[in-house]
């Protein structure tokens, strides 16, 4: 720099922005509880949209420490009654599927070279080929 008034010039603006940022975070932030958090949520009404729900005061402090269990209730009642989709997201019939846990055997044992004939105890009655829908197509 040829001029010492051009390197105090940049510094004089850094700080004036520091001081306007500093100020403006002060102002903005929160200054404590407000007193919309405390206002007590009607029973049996709860949001039927996701977030809304989600952002509801109930679920933040100061109000998640005096909550009462009505209040928790009518938020999540649905994690109470028990019911059961007919079809998934998916689309997949539920009365057609059975659950990947109930399935005693997730893979075939298919066998390969240097792999012993006999079975193990453990997976005796596993299958041995892939379902023909999972198969891949036989090369040429």
Excluded at 23 to 43: K, M, N
Excluded at 61 to 85: F, G, M, N, W, Y
């Amino acid at each position: 720099m040829e001029s010492p008034k051009t390197g105090i010039l940049i510094l004089t603006m850094l700080a004036a922005t520091t001081l306007a940022g500093g100020f403006l975070g002060w102002t903005v932030r929160p200054q404590g509880a407000s007193p919309q958090s405390a206002v007590a949520l009607p029973v049996g009404s709860p949001s039927t949209d996701l977030l809304r729900a989600t952002c509801d005061p109930i679920h933040f402090k100061p109000a998640i420490d005096s909550a009462t269990d009505d209040q928790s209730l009518a938020c999540h009642r649905e994690e109470l009654e028990d019911k059961v989709r007919e079809t998934t997201p998916a689309g997949v019939q539920v009365a057609t599927s059975k659950a990947w846990y109930r399935i005693s055997y997730l893979y075939p044992r298919h066998a390969r070279e240097g792999m012993a004939p006999e079975v193990t105890n453990w997976a005796t009655g596993r299958p041995i080929e892939s379902e023909i829908r999972f198969q891949l197509p036989a090369k040429e």
